[in-house]
C-alpha cells in the first residue's frame, strides 16, 4: 500500500493510462482526454506526497537486483524535486493539448504518447542505479522522437527526428559507457554508493567515465556546436515543445547534478563545462536575438539558458543549478504555450518613442555603477549569511553585467531623471535577488551535494575567463546602438541569424541517412 500512494509509482500510472489511449488512436477517443488529464494530475498528487515525504522521513528507494544490473528508484531532495517539476509542467501540458489537439486524427495516439514520455522521465529523474538512468535515457529518446514524428509528412519535421534522433542516441551511448566504466572501477551502479567512493579520487576509468558523462551532458543540453537539433524541434506540436522543458532538454544537467561529486572530482570536466557551457550561453544569447519567429527564439533562449547552466555546474554551484532548472522550466514552458498570444500582444503595442542611445563613457559609467552596487550589496549578504565563494561571485557579476546596458541606457545624454533611477533599481535589485536565491537554493538542496571546491590556478583561471568573456559581450550589447549601422553590423546580423550556418553542416552530415520516418 505505500508503495501505491509513493510517487516511484507514477510512471506507473502514467504508463497504465497510455496504455489505454493507444487502444483509441483516432480523432476524439472517447474519454481518453479526461483520462490522461486525471492521470497526469495523478502523477502530480504523488510528487506532491514524495516531497512531503522526504522532509518528514528522509529518502527511500525501492530496489531489484544486484550488480551492474541493478534496478533502483531513489526518492531523495533532488529526484523529488524534479519529479515534481516534471509531474506538474507534464500536467499542464496535458491539459492544455486537450484543446490543442482536439479534433486531429491522430489526438488518441498523441495522448499516449505524449503520457509515455512523461513516465519515462519520471523514471530518468527518480533513478538510483545507472541501469535505470541508461534506461530513463533511451525511453525519453524513443518517446520524444515519436512526437516529433507526429506530423510525419511534414520534411522539417522528419528532418528534426532525425537530428535528435542521431545526437541523442550519441548521448544514450556515452552515457550507457559511462555506467559500464564505472561499474568496472568501483563495483557498484548505485549511484548513492558512487557519490560516497568518489571522495577518494578517481582511476583511469572513473576519468573516462566522467568525460563521457559530460559529453552525454553537453549533446542532451543541445550545447555548441550540436545544438541545431533543438532550434528544429518546433515543428512539433506546442505541447511538445513545452514538454521539452519537463526533464528532457534539461536531463543532462540534473544526470551531473546527480553525479556531482563524480564529476567534481575530476578538474578537466569542470574546466570542460565551464568553456562548453559558457560558449553556448554567448552563443545562443546572440544568435536568439536575431530570431523573428516567437518559437524560434525561444529554442534559441533554451540553448542559451542550457549553457548557463553548464557554466553554473563547472563552477561548482550545483545548489543553483538546480534552482535555474526548475525556474527555467517553469518559464519557457509557460513561454510555449503562451507564444501564440505573444505575437498577438507584441501587434498590439504601439510603436515605442525615441530610444535613448548611450555613448562610450555612459557605458563605462553604467558598469561602474553596476558593479559597485553589486559590492555592495555582496557585502551586505556577506556580513548577514557569511561570505560566498569566488564562484558565486563570479556568477553574480556575470548576470549584473546582463542588465548593466540597462543602466547605460538611463545614462544616456537623451535619458529622463526617471529612467535612470529605475534602471539603477533594477541593478541592484537584480544583485539582491541573486544572493536571495543562493541562500534558499542553499537551503533547499545545499545538504544534498557537494561544496564548492575551492579556488586554485585552474578554478581562477576559469573565472577570470568566464567574467571577461560575458563582460565584452555585455559592453558590446550596451553599444550596439552605435555600430548596428555599419554594414558590418548586417553581415553579421545574418551570419548569426543562420547560427553561423552550423545547422547546415549537421544537415550535410544527416544527409547521408534517410530521414525518419512514422513508426
Known amino acids: 500500500m505505500e508503495m501505491l500512494l509513493s510517487p516511484l509509482a507514477a510512471p506507473l500510472a502514467l504508463i497504465a493510462a497510455a496504455a489505454m489511449a493507444a487502444r483509441h488512436p483516432g480523432r476524439r477517443p472517447p474519454g481518453i482526454p479526461r483520462l490522461a488529464e486525471g492521470a497526469a494530475a495523478l502523477a502530480l498528487a504523488l510528487g506532491v506526497i514524495g516531497v512531503i515525504r522526504v522532509i518528514a522521513h528522509g529518502p527511500a528507494e525501492v530496489v531489484a537486483g544486484s550488480g551492474g544490473l541493478l534496478l533502483a528508484l531513489r526518492l531523495d531532495a533532488l529526484s523529488a524535486t524534479m519529479a515534481l517539476l ?139 556546436p550540436l545544438h541545431g537539433w533543438l532550434t528544429e524541434v518546433m515543428e512539433a506540436p506546442t505541447p511538445v515543445s513545452a514538454l521539452l522543458h519537463a526533464g528532457i532538454v534539461n536531463a543532462g544537467g540534473f544526470v551531473l547534478i546527480r553525479t556531482a561529486d563524480l564529476v567534481q572530482a575530476s578538474p578537466g570536466a569542470m574546466a570542460a563545462l565551464v568553456m562548453i557551457g559558457g560558449f553556448t550561453a554567448l552563443f545562443g544569447a546572440a544568435v536568439m536575438l536575431t530570431q523573428s519567429a516567437v518559437k524560434t527564439a525561444l529554442a534559441w533562449s533554451t540553448v542559451a539558458q542550457m549553457g548557463f547552466m553548464l557554466l553554473q555546474c563547472g563552477l561548482g554551484l550545483w545548489a543553483l543549478a538546480l534552482l535555474h532548472i526548475v525556474a527555467h522550466s517553469l518559464y519557457k514552458a509557460h513561454a510555449f504555450l503562451a507564444s501564440g498570444g505573444a505575437v498577438q500582444a507584441v501587434a498590439a503595442v504601439h510603436r515605442p518613442g525615441p530610444v535613448a542611445v548611450p555613448g562610450l563613457a555612459a557605458v563605462a559609467r553604467a558598469f561602474l555603477i553596476a558593479v559597485v552596487l553589486y559590492g555592495a550589496v555582496a557585502a551586505g549578504f556577506a556580513a548577514l549569511a557569511g561570505p560566498k565563494s569566488p564562484q558565486a561571485l563570479a556568477l553574480g557579476a556575470i548576470l549584473v553585467f546582463g542588465v548593466a546596458y540597462l543602466v547605460a541606457q538611463g545614462l544616456a545624454d537623451a535619458a529622463p531623471r526617471a529612467l535612470t533611477q529605475r534602471t539603477a ?20 538542496w545545499g545538504a544534498h551535494v557537494p561544496a564548492v571546491p575551492t579556488a586554485g590556478p585552474l578554478e581562477w583561471a576559469l573565472i577570470v575567463l568566464a567574467l571577461v568573456s560575458f563582460a565584452l559581450v555585455a559592453v558590446a550589447q550596451a553599444l550596439f546602438a552605435l555600430w548596428s549601422h555599419h554594414p558590418a553590423a548586417a553581415g553579421l546580423r545574418v551570419h548569426l541569424a543562420n547560427g553561423l550556418y552550423l545547422n547546415a553542416l549537421l544537415d550535410r552530415l544527416i544527409g547521408g541517412f534517410r530521414t525518419a520516418g512514422p513508426l
Open 425 to 444: 533599481a533594477i541593478s541592484a535589485g537584480t544583485a539582491v535577488a541573486y544572493f536571495t536565491l543562493h541562500l534558499i537554493a542553499g537551503a533547499l
Open 86 to 224: 516534471v509531474a506538474f509542467v507534464g500536467w499542464i501540458v496535458v491539459r492544455y493539448a486537450r484543446r490543442y489537439l482536439d479534433g486531429e486524427a491522430r489526438e488518441g495516439a498523441f495522448h499516449a504518447l505524449m503520457l509515455a514520455t512523461l513516465a519515462a522521465v519520471l523514471v530518468l529523474v527518480l533513478a538510483g542505479s545507472l541501469a535505470v538512468l541508461a534506461v530513463g535515457f533511451v525511453a525519453v529518446g524513443l518517446g520524444l522522437r515519436r512526437l516529433l514524428l507526429f506530423y510525419p509528412d511534414r520534411p522539417e519535421a522528419r528532418r528534426a527526428a532525425t537530428k535528435f534522433a542521431l545526437v541523442w542516441g550519441a548521448g544514450d551511448v556515452a552515457v550507457i559507457a559511462a555506467a559500464v566504466l564505472l561499474w568496472q572501477a568501483f563495483g557498484t551502479a548505485d549511484l548513492a554508493a558512487l557519490a560516497v567512493t568518489a571522495g577518494a579520487g578517481l582511476p583511469g576509468a572513473a576519468q573516462g567515465a566522467v568525460a563521457l558523462l559530460v559529453l552525454a551532458a553537453a549533446l542532451k543540453t543541445a550545447a555548441f
